[in-house]
């Protein structure tokens, strides 16, 4: 069983709207908090959002108020609501257990990702 599925990316116009899945295996993601990240070309990975076992939130400042983390632990699934999209938003979703920007460089293992592209 693949540890990490994402879904849902595509192409969407600016100002529209996007539901990320991602599915995980593993006790390691379902019983720690997990996190969406995502990559730009040419730029680092970067944390937009985690949700912690239980559910408390944290978003990236860009991302505040227009993103949704949420978290179904019976499922082993986590969702990223996008709504409001911006072309800066454009990139590569990748989601997994949560680490911070200084630490995250310690994953070793990232599923496929979900191209996200939002036209102007």
């Known amino acids: 069983q693949v540890p990490l599925v994402e879904s849902g990316g595509g192409l969407v116009q600016a100002g529209g709207s996007l539901r990320l899945s991602c599915a995980f295996s593993?006790?390691?993601?379902?019983?720690?908090?997990m996190a969406w990240y995502r990559q730009a070309p040419g730029k680092q990975r970067e944390l937009v959002a985690s949700i912690a076992r239980y559910g408390s939130t944290a978003y990236a400042d860009s991302v505040k108020g227009r993103f949704t983390i949420s978290r179904v632990n019976a499922k082993n699934t986590m969702y990223l609501q996008m709504n409001s999209l911006k072309p800066e938003d454009t990139a590569v979703y990748y989601c997994?257990?949560?680490?911070?920007?200084?630490?995250?460089?310690?994953?070793?293992?990232w599923g496929q990702g979900a191209q996200v592209t939002v036209s102007s």
């Open positions: 997994n257990y949560y680490l911070d920007d200084v630490r995250v460089s310690l994953i070793t293992y």
């Open positions: 593993g006790s390691i993601f379902s019983n720690n908090a």
